[in-house]
């Protein structure tokens, strides 16, 4: 018994330590499973309006076009969100908001890492050369990679899907170089581009003047709304 309690105090310490993203992975995983159960449910229901009388089962639902671009139409659009957010807060600010550097001081985030480093920086830091350049950026280079290749396997599931659709009304299918030069693909893409904007452009607008305490996202709530903190 005298062994267990440092075990137990440990996870707690790491959960605590780490529960933002244990949370945010949490939360993902309970609406992709209800995606994926609702999507399956879904699909079937539109392969019986067409005569169908197979039905799919969930785990066969996971090969079908119809999942493929459901999931990755929206994880595109929040890897560009975010990419390019990581981007425009590198040179661009806002008066008075918690998502801005600020404007009248150097930003941490702006030191050049080879003018001095900590002992315990990463590697690429203490190597210099051409890993600290890449590292630099590695970031943006991680979210934008991770679009594309969500762009890519949208538009693989929406050409399925689509070709799907086509062949159940007697149409010719069409190769994915066709599909990416449909309203139809640029309309699933933007849809969802237009939102993840909106939604950045609202938490920057809101947090100048709105406040929630105890939130990294928000300023100190005695804060002026002109003041920009970071």
């Known amino acids: 018994m005298a062994r267990a309690t440092p075990t137990r105090r440990s996870l707690r310490d790491t959960v605590r330590e780490n529960g933002l993203l244990l949370a945010c992975l949490g939360l993902f995983a309970v609406f992709f499973v209800g995606m994926i159960v609702s999507g399956a449910a879904t699909y079937n229901e539109e392969q019986l309006?067409?005569?169908?009388?197979?039905?799919?089962?969930?785990?066969?639902?996971?090969?079908t076009g119809h999942f493929v671009e459901a999931t990755f139409e929206n994880w595109e659009s929040e890897f560009l969100q975010m990419g390019m957010y990581v981007v425009l807060t590198a040179f661009l600010y806002q008066r008075g908001s918690?998502?801005?550097?600020?404007?009248?001081?150097?930003?941490?985030?702006?030191?050049?890492?080879?003018?001095?480093?900590k002992r315990n920086s990463p590697w690429p830091v203490k190597r210099g050369?051409?890993?600290?350049?890449?590292?630099?950026?590695?970031?943006?280079?991680?979210?934008?990679?991770?679009?594309?290749?969500?762009?890519?396997?949208?538009?693989?599931?929406?050409?399925?899907?689509?070709?799907?659709?086509?062949?159940?009304?007697?149409?010719?299918?069409?190769?994915?170089?066709?599909?990416?030069?449909?309203?139809?693909?640029?309309?699933?893409?933007?849809?969802?581009?237009?939102?993840?904007?909106?939604?950045?452009?609202?938490?920057?607008?809101l947090s100048i003047f709105l406040r929630q305490r105890g939130s990294a996202e928000s300023k100190p709530v005695a804060d002026p709304h002109r003041e920009t903190s970071a």
């Open 49 to 63: 309006e067409h005569g169908a009388s197979e039905q799919l089962s969930v785990l066969q639902y996971l090969t």
């Open 98 to 117: 918690s998502e801005s550097k600020p404007l009248t001081r150097s930003a941490p985030q702006d030191a050049d890492p080879r003018e001095g480093y």
């Open 129 to 205: 050369g051409w890993p600290l350049a890449v590292y630099e950026h590695s970031l943006v280079i991680a979210f934008f990679v991770l679009f594309f290749a969500s762009w890519a396997l949208h538009a693989w599931g929406g050409v399925s899907a689509f070709n799907e659709e086509q062949i159940q009304h007697g149409q010719p299918a069409i190769s994915v170089w066709r599909y990416v030069t449909t309203a139809q693909f640029w309309f699933e893409s933007m849809q969802n581009w237009q939102s993840e904007f909106v939604a950045v452009a609202a938490i920057i607008g």
